[in-house]
């Protein structure tokens, strides 16, 4: 047997169970070479699973430990971490419990989670002294269409169908009523974040399309166009002059420059 | 009218009117300090760093009770009514 | 310049070190756990000012069949080009496999297709890192029927093969040594001292198998330096020389000072131990 083969016999042990490692001779002086292998075994999951439910101290709350548990030890032995830093274990967890069986009883559980999930994200970011407007305003007038703004590291734009902002913060506060209404409701939400701080809040559709946009790193011009597709009243200039006030804006990439002829403040 | 126009029109006029018009903050918003959510709460400023746990010994490798580890009995989504798409 | 005991900076104890800069010899990290934590690296930059910094990797997969993650090297490389510390080491064992990370150091056959693909992989990590890598013994739990060569006789063989420097976790070479049956001193004895470059103590636990009626110890890096460990210490001294020291501490952390008393009672027995006897190297 090559060792790639033996590996993937003692993956398939530590990740699935133990009934994959056949034909494999192992020696553990007076021990059982077996049992010592499940040392390994129950470090993935332990340990994993333990992490997750550290990641997701809201989805915890609003699920309850056993069930997140239960989910938890589903998906480490089917998505395992594909990188050794395990701070970025769990992004694909959220869009997992949507798709959970066990959970169709709670739609908004995705949603919540990858709330949860980007707030973690956010809060251990940096922030970096933002480019004011006054940098943006002496550009020529027909190349600011064509500019793409940086913005700050610590930022995320997430939409939702339920009004998991508001369910998010009574768990922050401590102030969950004993029942609870919960009605359908699109949301559009900014999270920021950096240094151990974090805070999110609501925006309109097309300003969340705007911002969305230009997060993504799409030319001005183009954001606009889809924010503007959607309300017809959106107002692009001031929708501009926000992201500077807002100190969101890192760096201003002029249309000829990819990151040649960045312009900071 | 031209949506493109109306666009850089719209830049243009941001860029040439007085700063002070557009400076219109977003109400404060609450600012949540991550020790209390994304980590054990140790004393520091920065809480949020107990995140990581890269480690090259384990101790869930002993043989510990996972019932040790579950601190949340029940879910709050039991108290929540209607968040159902469809009837149970 | 690291003749004082060293400690593992975990995150927990990050922003009191950085706000009261205690009296700590030098400090090693996990990369891993800054890499993925601007808030954190930005930290570690300040510290990396007034501290020696050593970076102990766990996902630079040295023995894996299936392939170092370069992508996380080039990580780590960017690290350690910012942070410049005095040492840079990892594991002999495996802990990705095909794109997978499976967070645990896995152990490996002591064969020549290990050595072949060790050897092969240490070269090009140093080249990818620009740095020597030091390549440290892992705690085991079993061992594989179709190795050839002892651990120590393999360690042995990739030193020869490739001039590398090795880590000695002497905690490691203790719990392995009773899990498998072997003698710790002896061990000790098997590796070229001129080689060490840095020795490891940790703390463990002992876990009975009444079933079994045996005991395994398990390297959990949560609790103190057990006298055993301390005793195998004196002796690695009295073999290697003096040699840089780091106390390993991952989970239920004690204080930050406490940390150190560890740390100054390393220091304490390795400046006895240079007092003593000359070191017999070999």
Redesign the interface.
């Known amino acids: 047997?090559?060792?790639?083969e033996?590996?993937?016999r003692?993956?398939d042990a530590?990740?699935l169970g133990r009934d994959a490692l056949e034909n494999?001779?192992?020696?553990?002086?007076?021990?059982?070479?077996w049992?010592?292998?499940a040392?390994?075994h129950r470090?993935?999951e332990t340990?994993?699973v333990k992490g997750l439910l550290r990641r997701f101290p809201a989805t915890a709350w609003l699920l309850g430990s056993p069930l997140l548990i239960e989910a938890a030890r589903i998906f480490i032995k089917a998505c395992?971490?594909?990188?050794?830093?395990?701070?970025?274990y769990g992004e694909t967890f959220p869009p997992w419990l949507s798709g959970w069986s066990e959970l169709a009883h709670v739609p908004y559980a995705g949603d919540f989670a990858a709330l949860d999930w980007q707030l973690g994200k956010v809060?251990?970011?940096?922030e970096t002294p933002a480019v004011t407007f006054d940098v943006f305003a002496a550009l020529e007038a027909d190349a600011m269409t064509a500019v793409r703004l940086r913005l700050q590291?610590g930022l995320d734009y997430l939409k939702a169908a339920w009004p998991i902002d508001n369910l998010m913060r009574l768990y922050l506060t401590d102030t969950a009523p004993e029942h609870l209404v919960l009605e359908p409701e699109h949301i559009w939400l900014q999270v920021r974040g950096?240094?151990?701080q974090f805070d999110f809040a609501r925006l309109s559709e097309s300003e969340f399309l705007f911002r969305q946009g230009v997060h993504a790193a799409i030319p001005l011009g183009e954001a606009a166009d889809c924010a503007l597709d959607r309300d017809d009243s959106f107002d692009p200039g001031r929708a501009l002059t926000a992201l500077f006030t807002d100190d969101l804006v890192t760096s201003i990439l002029t249309a000829a420059s990819e990151d040649t002829c960045e312009i900071h403040r | 009218m031209n949506k493109r126009f109306v666009i850089a029109s719209a830049f243009a006029a941001a860029a040439a009117a007085p700063s002070i018009l557009w400076a219109q903050k977003p109400a404060e918003m609450p600012s949540f300090k991550a020790e209390k959510c994304y980590?054990?709460a140790?004393?520091?400023?920065?809480?949020?760093?107990?995140?990581?746990?890269?480690?090259?010994?384990?101790?869930s490798?002993?043989?510990s009770d996972p019932k040790a580890w579950i601190y949340v009995p029940a879910g709050y989504c039991t108290r929540i009514v209607g968040g159902s798409t469809s009837p149970k | 310049m690291l003749s004082r005991a060293g400690v593992g900076l975990?995150?927990?104890h990050?922003?009191?070190v950085v706000?009261t800069r205690p009296p700590a010899g030098w400090l090693e990290i996990?990369p891993?756990?800054?890499?993925?934590?601007?808030?954190?690296f930005?930290?570690l930059l300040q510290l990396a000012g007034d501290y020696p910094i050593s970076v102990?990797t766990?996902?630079v997969s040295i023995g894996?069949?299936?392939g170092v993650?370069w992508?996380?090297v080039a990580r780590i490389r960017e690290l350690i080009d910012l942070v410049n510390p005095v040492l840079v080491s990892g594991?002999l064992a495996?802990?990705?496999?095909?794109?997978?990370?499976?967070?645990?150091?896995?152990p490996?056959?002591y064969d020549d297709?290990?050595l072949d693909?060790l050897a092969m992989h240490l070269h090009q990590v140093q080249d990818g890192l620009g740095r020597p890598f030091l390549v440290e013994n892992p705690?085991s739990?079993?061992?594989?029927?179709?190795s050839t060569m002892t651990e120590v006789e393999f360690l042995g063989e990739l030193v020869r093969r490739t001039g590398c420097r090795l880590l000695c976790d002497v905690s490691n070479v203790y719990v392995s040594s009773?899990?498998?049956?072997y003698d710790a001193r002896a061990y000790l004895d098997g590796l070229p001292a001129e080689a060490i470059g840095e020795l490891h103590l940790?703390?463990f636990?002992s876990?009975d198998?009444p079933d079994?009626g045996?005991r395994?110890l398990?390297?959990?890096?949560?609790t103190a330096i057990a006298d055993e460990a301390w005793r195998l210490y004196t002796y690695a001294l009295r073999r290697f020389g003096p040699k840089p020291t780091l106390i390993?501490w991952?989970?239920?952390l004690p204080s930050f000072a406490d940390l150190l008393d560890e740390a100054t009672l390393a220091s304490v027995l390795a400046r006895q131990a240079a007092q003593g006897a000359p070191h017999v190297a070999r």
């Open positions: 047997m090559s060792l790639a033996l590996q993937q003692v993956r530590i990740v494999v001779s192992l020696v553990a002086g007076q021990g059982d070479g049992r010592r292998l040392i390994h470090h993935y340990s994993l395992p971490p594909t990188a050794p830093c395990l701070a970025e809060s251990i970011e940096v590291p950096a240094r151990g | 980590g054990i140790k004393a520091g400023q920065n809480d949020c760093a107990s995140e990581g746990n890269n480690s090259c010994g384990g101790t490798k002993r043989n | 975990r995150l927990p990050l922003s009191e706000a996990h891993e756990n800054f890499l993925a934590n601007p808030h954190a930005e930290l102990h766990v996902g894996s069949a299936s993650d992508a996380h594991h495996w802990s990705t496999h095909r794109g997978e990370y499976l967070n645990d150091l896995l490996l056959p297709e290990t693909l705690s739990y079993f061992g594989f029927g179709t009773e899990n498998l049956g940790g703390g636990q876990e198998d079994a045996t395994v398990v390297d959990t890096h949560d390993e991952d989970d239920d």
